[in-house]
């Protein structure tokens, strides 16, 4: 099992290649920020899930849709965050996810280095 990377160094891998992101501990949690702005949590207290950045719409939908997967967490919920737990995973969603929340947390000229590819995408 050793070989086996953990869901906390995956999320690592999947936020590495956004532009200035930031590895730190928000309220006991590791957690990503972009200049100050956290965009991601990974909890760990009932089983691995992350907290990530949302827009209250995506927070509706993503819980209509599969309440087995995703919830509204406590305390970032009623701002729109999405709850996502990670027994089996898709790991290719939760990339997704994570970059449409690093999209809501960075500045615009951040978004435009990501969106072209820029010094920190793709590597």
């Known amino acids: 099992m050793s070989g086996i990377p953990s869901p906390l160094d995956r999320l690592r891998a999947v936020c590495a290649p956004l532009p200035e992101s930031v590895e730190g501990v928000s309220v ?21 899930e992350l907290w990530i950045k949302a827009t209250a719409e995506d ?20 701002r729109g965050w999405v709850g996502m737990r990670l027994a089996d995973a898709d790991w290719t969603e939760v990339a997704e996810l994570v970059t449409d929340g690093y999209r809501l947390a960075a500045p615009r000229r951040l978004v435009r280095e ?4 820029g010094p920190a995408a793709g590597t």
């Open 28 to 48: 006991h949690h590791p957690s990503f920020k972009v200049r100050g702005k956290s965009f991601v949590m990974y909890v760990d207290t009932r089983g691995p």
């Open 59 to 78: 927070q509706s939908e993503l819980v209509a849709s599969a309440p087995d997967r995703f919830f509204k967490p406590p305390y970032l919920g009623p």
């Open 114 to 117: 990501l969106d072209a590819g």
